[in-house]
């Protein structure tokens, strides 16, 4: 048997027991989660939470007070949960750490000499990289990964920079600091960054998303070259964690993968990096543009605003591993509480669509199908001309 060969065979075993391993981790950390998962009764329950405070702001007379009370009370009767937040924030690490044991399985599956190795293996690459981009990113900039600064910082830069491609601080300053605090208020958090309007629907929705591997390297070079001079520090750090990601993308294709050609390992990066961003634009516009927009000076309270301008999509099994269920079936729980953690915002959805619908608020959802449909029919409305300002009656 040839060195190469033999060379193969041990990446293929060794790829066989991490993704064994990674099962066991699963299976070993949902268990742990379970125990992690206290029952709580009466009213302490939410003693350190702002879900009461921020809930109970939708009250407009003693009436409603004391409706909206009902069900917190109830709710406070029974068996909670709390998780206990530097092991929830384990268990993210982790789950997200076994996710990524796709990445070896698919440098092992691109390098064989197979057509269907090679999807599979392109598969397999592009669900690790959605997953590091999307998902991890995006707890990055919420600091749901680690209690530490430090750590939180660097998790922050790995993702954002070294694996998106995209400046961490402007991330945060854009998402955390003004999607979801001023979310659907027009001119500041209304998705407006989505918007394209000179381009025709079925380009928009269905082609133009394949250009992001382009757009986003070109959208970050444009906003360093706007950066004042004093922050120049920051700027070539940026640069070198950006070309660190790219380079290192390229250079495992190329010589770990053993591609024959530097342009085929070049198709193969493009490829694993566009093959999420058709439903990446997607989700980003179907759970905001098309519902309420508020004027900045006449803005409801924050559980009225998030129940009228947030909106939760079905499960997708795929989009909730890449994305993450705070990007997807609970968007809505996440808007109303962002320090909680992605699998924390599944285990209060129950709780916390009871609550708006006994409050009389929306807790709007749609399956991914119907909000496809629906974009496409009304595009001009909806990602073309200025949204109206929604005036809510009734409510303050």
């Known amino acids: 048997m040839s060195k190469s060969s033999k060379a193969l065979n041990f990446v293929h075993s060794a ?6 391993l990674r099962t066991l981790i699963k299976l070993r950390t949902l268990i742990k989660l379970r125990t992690l998962i206290k029952p709580h009764c009466g009213p302490n329950r939410y003693r350190n939470d702002r879900w009461r405070r921020s809930a109970c702001r939708c009250e407009g007379s003693s009436s409603s007070r004391a409706s909206c009370s ?4 109830a709710a406070g009767s029974g068996d909670g949960t709390r998780l206990e937040g530097s092991r929830v924030k384990l268990f993210e690490r982790v789950l997200c750490a076994s996710d990524g044991v796709a990445s070896p399985a698919g440098l092992v599956l691109v390098s064989l000499d197979s057509l269907a190795a090679l999807l599979l293996g392109c598969g397999c690459l592009a669900v690790t990289h959605a997953l590091f981009t999307v998902k991890a990113t995006h707890l990055a900039s919420h600091n749901s990964l680690a209690d530490s600064r430090l750590w939180s910082r660097v998790w922050c830069l790995f993702f954002i920079e070294v694996c998106g491609c995209f400046p961490a601080d402007v991330a945060v300053e854009e998402h955390v600091k003004v999607h979801h ?3 659907n208020v027009l001119g500041l ?5 989505w918007r394209a ?4 629907r079925f380009v928009y929705l269905f082609l133009a998303p394949l250009a992001l591997p382009f757009i986003t390297p070109a959208v970050t070079l444009g906003l360093l070259l706007k950066r004042p001079a004093s922050s120049w520090c920051s700027s070539v750090r940026t640069l070198a964690l950006c070309a660190l990601g790219l380079g290192a993308h390229f250079c495992w294709l190329r010589f770990a993968c053993g591609f024959s050609s530097a342009a085929t390992a070049a198709a193969c990066m493009y490829t694993s990096r566009a093959a999420f961003a058709i439903p990446y634009i997607h989700v980003n516009v179907f759970q905001h543009l098309g519902l309420a927009m508020f004027a900045r000076d006449s803005c409801p309270r924050r559980l009225v605003q998030m129940a009228h301008g947030v909106l939760n999509l079905h499960r997708v099994p795929v989009l909730d591993v890449c994305f993450g269920h705070s990007l997807i079936s609970c968007h809505v729980e996440h808007h109303l509480f962002p320090a909680l953690s992605d699998h924390m915002c599944l285990q209060i959805k129950p709780l916390v669509s009871s609550y708006l619908k006994s409050c009389g608020q929306p807790y709007q959802e749609a399956s991914y199908s119907n909000r496809l449909r629906l974009f496409v029919e009304k595009y001009d409305e909806f990602l073309v001309h200025l949204p109206p300002v929604t005036h809510l009656a009734g409510l303050q």
């Open 197 to 200: 309007p000179f381009l025709p």
């Open 70 to 73: 009902v069900p917190l009370q």
């Open 181 to 183: 605090a001023y979310t």
């Open 189 to 193: 958090g209304d998705s407006s960054t």
């Open 15 to 20: 790829t066989i027991v991490l993704i064994n």
